[in-house]
């Protein structure tokens, strides 16, 4: 029996932080709790909300977060796209054909991984569902049970950034990433700080947010790395590959591409550029699971270590978690999804079993959850809109 998908949903979201998250964050740095420069209150997230449905009834999931500073699209327009562009490659066609899904929406729209990646997380939950057997089957196989988490530090006074350390590595956390940025004598004293308090048994990773221009960048990192730091996240402007590569060079520390890095070329060249140490990817970069494992053999095949990070719903947490698990020995770095912390919702019907610093694979076919149909009424800011072949 041949299976098709027969329908495409798409639904725009809008989760606000939990009050307590909403706190810290108006507190913080700029009051998104980072060094990124950008003029608006960060209050909570932005998602688009994809299900497949196959012609014998079955759904797959997928989700994307986007935020405006980073990615530059809105779920509106990666609904618009969608309908408009993508959508006549993925409808009729089998979920379990996710190369040829990509390499026709590769070759007839440029760019817009964030949207071509929703399309192809879903193929994948659709596939578990379908043979009944869980999504990691399809990435490999799952190596591990649970997975290791990293917390996050906002930027904010050093006190209670120490307090938020110090609290996480109680709870389990063997990972924290810091945010740093606001000068180099303060980032020297925040980390100072935290591993005087919490000794050298945690890994710290720091995030800039495109703080420093190169040569400042050289000598903050210079400055911190006594101090044992895993690798550095985005110390220069997202499309200043060259700075990246000036930095890298003159460093010790491990640099990682987010906000510059959204493709499988991209990636490519800044390897090339020797301008990363770590490839960092996640559901939106450089989108979806097919090029995430494309983007993990060529980090296995470099030589380099590989990080998955990001801030989302239910879905997919369980996929980076799903990911993860398969893939967990060409990692080398633990997982850091921080939307269970921050966000009020996870729009999935059952939670996920995160205890102690690690989340358990989710049991079950495709990614093991369940989406909330009353929390997506309740948080989309728009109707779902419906695409048929």
Request: charged share 25%.
């Amino acid at each position: 029996m041949t299976i098709e998908i027969k329908q495409i949903r798409l639904t725009p979201l809008y989760v606000p932080f939990k009050d307590q998250v909403r706190q810290i964050m108006a507190s913080g740095e700029r009051g998104v709790g980072m060094a990124i420069p950008i003029d608006e209150i960060w209050l909570g997230g932005d998602f688009a909300v994809c299900q497949l449905v196959c012609d014998d009834g079955t759904i797959g999931l997928g989700e994307v977060f986007v935020w405006m500073p980073e990615t530059g699209v809105s779920p509106a327009q990666i609904i618009e796209v969608i309908k408009g562009s993508l959508a006549k490659y993925v409808l009729g066609e089998s979920p379990f054909n996710v190369e040829r899904i990509r390499w026709k929406m590769n070759r007839n729209v440029t760019r817009n991984e964030v949207a071509k990646g929703l399309l192809d997380m879903a193929c994948y939950d659709l596939m578990g569902k379908i043979t009944n057997r869980p999504a990691y089957d399809f990435m490999g196989g799952r190596s591990v049970d649970e997975i290791p988490l990293a917390a996050l530090v906002p930027l904010m006074n050093p006190e209670t950034m120490v307090a938020i350390a110090k609290m996480y590595y109680e709870q389990g956390f063997g990972t924290i990433r810091v945010k740093l940025g606001k000068g180099i004598s303060q980032d020297v004293g925040i980390i100072e700080r935290i591993r005087r308090t919490i000794g050298s048994a945690i890994r710290l990773r720091v995030d800039y947010n495109q703080a420093y221009q190169p040569p400042e960048a050289v000598r903050a990192i210079k400055a911190i790395e006594p101090f044992n730091i895993d690798f550095v996240e985005q110390p220069v402007r997202a499309d200043d590959y060259m700075g990246m590569a000036y930095v890298q060079q003159r460093v010790d520390t491990p640099l990682m591409a987010h906000e510059g890095c959204f493709s499988l070329q991209d990636l490519v060249t800044l390897v090339d550029l020797q301008a990363i140490g770590v490839v960092g990817i996640n559901s939106e970069r450089p989108g979806g699971v097919t090029s995430a494992l494309k983007a993990l053999d060529f980090a296995e095949r470099m030589g380099m270590p590989a990080v998955l990070h990001d801030q989302p719903l239910g879905i997919s947490s369980a996929m980076h978690i799903h990911l993860a698990a398969a893939r967990h020995d060409s990692l080398g770095h633990a997982t850091e999804l921080t939307g269970d912390l921050m966000l009020e919702d996870d729009l999935i019907v059952n939670p996920l079993d995160y205890i102690g610093g690690a989340a358990k694979v989710p049991e079950g076919p495709g990614w093991g959850v369940q989406l909330d149909d009353r929390a997506l009424e309740k948080y989309r800011t728009a109707p779902t809109t419906i695409l048929e072949k």
